[in-house]
């Protein structure tokens, strides 16, 4: 299982709680824009040892292959642009799961988001035999339906009281893309 990916500007890394400071400051900084699409966090969330157990845990969840998110770090500075996660994975006779993903709010409108999803796609299209990756989105979050709809993602309607954001069950509009094998 590859642990990195790597893009013209990016690489696409699974981290470990090592990591977890440089993880806290692109959240702490991207606050703002990624909580209103988003579920309510645990007060503790915003501190180093949360990160940490967070990095723990999603590392053996990629070991387990149950859940795996990497972070897109740059290449001329070594700093966090995003991330890309794939939940709810189901191996045989489904080979689907969910993904999902976040833009540092300086590096948005750059096609970042273009290259760690492209590339973060693939890999589970040929390295994890996935043939199914769905797609859910606020009505509202017009960037991340285009660049879905961008990336050949098709829309299959809306998910009726899916997701409860910052206290409220929201709607979802519901997206997948299939692999071409």
């Known amino acids: 299982m590859k642990t ?5 500007r990016l690489y696409l890394k699974i981290l470990t709680p090592d990591d977890a400071g440089a ?3 692109f959240l702490s900084s991207n606050r703002e824009v990624f909580e209103p699409y ?3 966090k645990p007060s503790a969330y915003y501190t180093l040892s949360y990160q940490e157990k967070m990095l723990q845990a999603e590392y053996q969840g990629f070991l387990q292959l149950q859940y795996m998110r990497y972070y897109g770090i740059k290449k001329e500075d070594g700093s966090i642009v995003g991330t890309v996660s794939f939940s709810s994975i189901l191996p045989q006779p489904f080979s689907s799961c969910a993904v999902g993903y976040k833009v540092d709010a300086k590096n948005q409108r750059q096609g970042y988001a273009t290259e760690m999803l492209t590339c973060a796609q ?3 299209f040929t390295d994890f035999g996935i043939r199914r990756i769905e797609a859910y989105v606020l009505p509202q979050n017009i960037p991340s339906i285009s660049l879905l709809e961008s990336l050949g993602y098709k829309n299959k309607g809306i998910s009726a009281k899916h997701l409860l954001v910052n206290g409220h069950i929201r709607h979802l509009n519901h997206y997948s893309l299939s692999s071409s094998s």
């Open 4 to 8: 990195t990916y790597e893009t013209e």
């Open 23 to 25: 993880v806290l400051d």
């Open 38 to 40: 988003e579920p309510s």
């Open 122 to 124: 693939n890999a589970m």
